[in-house]
């Protein structure tokens, strides 16, 4: 039965992949009407967060089941944050959002004990919401810090925080605050979730500070090697 739902679920993230290439690739070439076009632009939007929420359902039921795969190696740090940075420069590009990151460590580089793609998914959604609830001109800063057994990954934002009751319940699966703020930001309340698993299952922590208004803090503690 796993593998059955394994198999659909993966036939319909690659078909809604194509539905939403086919429309870009003609929003790419310009449509004229502008209701048209506003039309396909959603449709984007839906077909990539349903194919989103898919994905994110296929990992947490993997992790649910232990067949997700974790291959622990030493993994650079810094260039882990510069690809999840990089995935996202878009988004900020696009409103604006001024997105910088900081590594306190010297030149040398500080490497985790970690499975390199499941370390990019943490830090790529980390680095997506601080981006998603965060108005327009905003800033969002992704640090490092190594030290002998622990490296620490700071991503802050100045966006519209979250109230202590809110802030309790991210990390529930289909958790989203619900409010003026929020209304028009697309998601699937599973990518916090998700990254809290692959961050425990890596025997790290998670913790986030935040307050309405004042822009939220995720801080993710990851054990480093111990013969580094
Ligand atoms: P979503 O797909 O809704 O973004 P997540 O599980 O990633 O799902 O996040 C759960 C909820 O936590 C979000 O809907 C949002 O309300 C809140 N949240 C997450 N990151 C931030 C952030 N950086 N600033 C403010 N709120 C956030």
Redesign the pocket.
């Known amino acids: 039965k796993a593998a059955f739902v394994s198999m659909v679920s993966h036939e319909v993230t690659s078909h809604l992949g194509a539905i939403e290439g086919y429309l870009n690739m003609l929003l790419y070439q310009g449509v004229k009407d502008q209701r048209t076009k506003q039309v396909m632009e959603r449709t984007v939007l839906r077909a990539s967060t349903l194919r989103t929420l898919l994905i994110e359902l296929m990992d947490l039921s993997a992790l649910e089941t232990g067949t997700f795969a974790v291959t622990r190696v030493p993994v650079e740090l810094e260039a882990v944050v510069h690809d999840a940075v990089e995935v996202c420069a878009e988004a900020a590009r696009a409103k604006n959002i001024g997105l910088t990151v900081d590594h306190s460590t010297a030149a040398g580089g500080c490497s985790v004990l970690a499975d390199r793609g499941a370390l990019l998914t943490v830090l790529r ?1 980390l680095v997506e ?2 981006i ?2 965060t108005p327009a001109d905003g800033h969002v800063r992704v640090s490092t810090a190594c030290q002998p057994l622990f490296a620490t990954v700071r991503v802050v ?1 100045d ?4 109230s202590d009751e ?1 802030r309790a319940r ?1 990390f529930e699966e289909f ?3 619900r409010n003026p703020h ?1 209304a028009q930001i697309p ?7 998700l990254v809290k698993r692959l961050v425990e299952i890596h025997d790290g922590t998670i913790e986030v500070r ?1 307050s309405p208004g004042n822009g ?1 803090e ?1 801080v993710v503690r990851l054990p480093r090697p111990t013969d580094c």
């Open positions: 959604n919401n601080a998603k609830y934002d966006g519209i925080g979250m809110e991210v958790y989203r605050v929020t998601g699937t309340g599973l990518g916090l979730s935040s939220s995720f």
